[in-house]
């Protein structure tokens, strides 16, 4: 599984920036994709996740101001980030989770750094 992020960058607080990921390779099928976090020196979090069936859910740190989007049939995911504060630096990690594997397969990751 290759999987192509794009997006991030530096972005003041209090603004926005978009997320991309895109599946590619021997994928036989997606049952969901999702994009985790890491901070400096925090572990590594799970954000948001979007299912086949088009459920998704967040971690309560980012409701109402990130939001997870795309289609899972397609194999590729989005997830808009606005209102951004400084706890919101990190790495994000793109994961899709293939059926019949029992873990995340995982990007390379790309760096957002929000500024005061």
């Known amino acids: 599984v290759q999987l192509v992020e794009s997006g991030g960058g530096l972005v003041q607080a209090g603004g926005s920036t978009r997320l991309s990921c895109a599946a590619s390779?021997?994928?036989?099928?997606?049952?969901?994709m999702g994009w985790y976090r890491q901070a400096p020196g925090k572990q590594r979090e799970l954000v948001a996740t979007l299912t086949s069936g088009g459920n998704t859910d967040y971690t309560d740190s980012v409701k109402g101001r990130f939001t997870i989007s795309g289609d899972v049939a397609k194999k590729t995911v989005y997830l808009q980030m606005n209102s951004l504060n400084t706890e919101d630096t990190a790495v994000y990690y793109c994961?899709?989770?293939?059926?019949?594997?029992?873990?995340?397969?995982w990007g390379q990751g790309t760096q957002v750094t929000v500024s005061s």
């Open positions: 994961v899709v989770g293939v059926v019949g594997s029992d873990r995340w397969s």
């Open positions: 390779g021997s994928i036989l099928e997606l049952n969901a």
